[in-house]
């Protein structure tokens, strides 16, 4: 069963533009509590959520209930956290909607129920949240908890990859590629691999030199190719450090020195 799993403050910090601290600067308790958490002082972080919680205040309770799920500043309590996310959820709030999808996906902390999963992944993903939208899109690419439908798939995945989300990028690029849920196209496809691989995705760097090395939707350049390698090995890839020294020992010098600088310029241009 395909778990994307549970939401973090540091994941959601880096991944939308929801925390209040960000989009409401008036909320200076709430301020107060992300500053406290970014230094690692959770305690002080749940001094600060907890009377917002208490008024009702969505993300102030899923914040919490990362606090209890962690044991962050408080003893770990799984079933109060679960609590605390359900309000949450209830009351409109995306990424709680997202955990608990999670949770009866899993079966953690609850039973597995496949049924409440989809209805809160649903949910999460019609407000456009790009983690649930690439959950819910890996569902029913395999019929889980769903009809399967390629076509489904494809449109929550892209609506991910859309968003910036590396995972679903490359999933879109292995659809094009392969005439799932879409036509095949290998220009798109390079397109994808592409985007994922810019947002520090190392498969997809992987898979972007392998389109350059054999010209697969594009016209073929080794020297691309083992910069994309390069990159990737540096990341830990393994198959992508013995790609690179298999493909430098086919190339001359120039074109080693090439890959190298044209490595650099990219490098400076990845997400993360």
């Not at 995945?157 to 290998?186: P, S």
Request: charged content about 25%.
């Amino acid at each position: 069963m395909i778990i994307d799993g549970r939401m973090t403050l540091t994941m959601l910090a880096a991944a939308t533009a929801m925390l209040a601290v960000c989009a409401v600067p008036a909320r200076a308790d709430f301020a107060a509590g992300w500053s406290a958490y970014q230094k690692g002082d959770f305690a002080a972080a749940h001094k600060e959520w907890a009377p917002l919680a208490e008024r009702g205040d969505a993300q102030a309770l899923f914040n919490l209930g990362v606090l209890y799920d962690e044991g962050k500043g408080v003893a770990q309590d799984r079933a109060r956290a679960l609590g605390l996310w359900d309000r949450a959820a209830n009351l409109g709030f995306a990424p709680a909607q997202h955990n608990l999808g999670n949770l009866f996906l899993a079966g953690e902390g609850v039973a597995a129920d496949p049924t409440r999963a989809i209805a809160w992944l649903e949910k999460s993903a019609a407000q456009g949240f790009a983690r649930s939208q690439y959950t819910l899109g890996k569902l029913y690419a395999e019929g889980i908890g769903v009809d399967k439908s390629a076509a489904k798939a494809f449109a929550l995945i892209k609506a991910a990859g859309d968003k910036g989300d590396a995972r679903a990028q490359y999933n879109i690029a292995k659809m094009y590629r392969d005439g799932e849920g879409t036509e095949k196209d290998l220009t798109e496809s390079l397109k994808w691999f592409e985007r994922a691989a810019l947002s520090g995705h190392s498969g997809a760097q992987v898979r972007l030199a392998t389109r350059y090395a054999r010209g697969e939707g594009t016209a073929r350049d080794p020297v691309r190719a083992l910069a994309w390698l390069n990159l990737a090995a540096a990341t830990g890839a393994g198959e992508a450090n013995a790609e690179s020294k298999r493909l430098s020992a086919q190339l001359k010098p120039d074109q080693v020195e090439a890959a190298q600088k044209l490595a650099a310029q990219i490098k400076a241009q990845l997400k993360n």
